[in-house]
């Protein structure tokens, strides 16, 4: 399998920890002429990453990705059978996805303090510190999200964290994660966790790439 994408791209990290969660074979690469080339986008019309080619099957949209390995790639689960158990995992990881990181997200462009819309970004840091307090109460930290097994949740909550912790204090939250006691932990330890500790130095990684590039 080859996942078109850079690691640093949260999008990009989820799809990569579940096929290595499950143990496919895969080839992490950057698409030759970048994501707006024609060849990429005969593969994602979008033009963004991540994309997944399986033998013939070429497949965008990050969540869409997952739960195709999840329903093609059935050795180790990501998703809970019980149905309770498999809403909740996925219940958290769609509170990262679409309230945590998207607000994470959103601040970009106001990245450049001169050319900030304080009204925007006080508006989605709030939305953000509504969104962590809601996946404080919800996160297992157990040493997973959705407690002692690795799920889906994960794949979407570790990529959404290190957004947080990594941008946050870019905007004058100087501690994102202070006196949220779960999600602290949880990401102490994922940093310890072989292989969400091992996509966090991607992600880091992919960090300085891109602040080099940008300088
Ligand atoms: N909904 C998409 C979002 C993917 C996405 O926005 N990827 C970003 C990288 S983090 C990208 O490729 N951006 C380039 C662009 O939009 O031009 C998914 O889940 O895959």
């Not at 096929?19 to 895969?26: D, E, L, P, Q, T």
């Not at 869409?64 to 059935?74: G, Q, T």
């Not at 001169?114 to 840091?125: E, F, G, I, P, W």
């Not at 930290?141 to 990594?166: M, N, Q, R, S």
Request: proline share 6%; aromatic share 8%; charged share 25%.
């Amino acid at each position: 399998m080859e996942i078109y994408g850079a690691m640093l791209s949260p999008f990009m990290a989820r799809v990569v920890l579940a096929a290595r969660f499950k143990g496919i074979k895969h080839k992490v690469l950057m698409p030759k002429d970048g994501i707006k080339s024609p060849a990429f986008l005969k593969m994602n019309p979008l033009g963004k990453m991540p994309v997944v080619k399986d033998g013939s099957t070429v497949l965008f949209e990050s969540a869409v990705i997952v739960e195709y390995l999840e329903a093609k790639y059935k050795r180790k689960r990501i998703v809970p059978s019980a149905a309770k158990a498999g809403a909740q995992a996925r219940l958290i990881g769609a509170i990262f996805d679409e309230y945590a990181q998207a607000a994470i997200l959103a601040l970009f462009p106001h990245i450049d303090p001169a050319k900030r819309d304080q009204a925007v970004v006080d508006a989605k840091l709030a939305e953000l510190s509504k969104a962590l307090d809601i996946v404080e109460k919800m996160i297992s930290a157990k040493p997973y999200a959705a407690g002692a097994k690795f799920t889906i949740a994960d794949c979407y909550a570790v990529p959404a964290l290190f957004f947080v912790v990594t941008f946050a204090p870019r905007f004058g939250v100087a501690d994102p994660l202070g006196g949220r006691k779960k999600l602290a932990k949880y990401l102490a330890k994922a940093r310890k966790d072989k292989l969400l500790g091992g996509v966090l130095t991607e992600m880091e990684i992919g960090l300085k790439q891109w602040e080099s590039a940008k300088s």
